[in-house]
């Protein structure tokens, strides 16, 4: 991947504010508005940009539980209907397979413990599931998906 610094630049201040206007951008790296389209549209074709985000205050929308949960697996046997499982619902909004303790660690948003209760009750209803253990975040101190480019 061969990056120049005016991608590193760019990518930076889109990093900073997803929602940057292109004229705004092309005169802070000092390029033509059709030179900085052409640069960010290799960016994404190239899959060095992979999406634009807007970030939502949950408690605006009800959403007040945050909880981290470790899923512990029999085997990878039922891999791919836990994978689907996870695509499905709607609460878990990150999740990832791990080595160490457990298979899976995933992210979830609830509304309330009776809602957490009932989400539980379901990914424990899946194939291949063995337990869960579950963590309460009583508050986020960074949350970024700024990365440092070189």
């Known amino acids: 991947m061969m990056l120049d610094e005016i991608d590193v630049k760019i990518l930076n201040m889109l990093q900073d504010e997803g929602r940057a206007k292109r004229n ?41 539980l945050m909880v981290i949960i470790t899923i512990h697996t029999d085997s990878s046997k039922h891999y791919n209907s836990f994978a689907e499982n996870v695509r499905k619902t ?30 539980l009750s379901k990914i424990q209803s899946w194939k291949g599931v063995k337990r869960t253990h579950s963590r309460f975040v009583l508050s986020t101190i960074k949350e970024t998906t700024k990365i440092t480019i070189k």
Do not use: W
């Open 24 to 64: 705004v951008l092309a005169e802070a790296v000092g390029l033509s508005l059709p030179s900085l389209s052409e640069r960010l549209n290799k960016l994404e074709e190239k899959g060095i940009i992979t999406g634009y985000y807007t970030k939502l205050n949950l408690k605006v929308f009800g959403l007040d």
């Open 90 to 119: 709607d609460e878990i909004i990150e999740c990832y397979a791990v080595l160490g303790e457990g298979s899976h660690v995933m992210k979830a948003i609830v509304k309330d413990s009776q809602s957490l209760e009932k989400l």
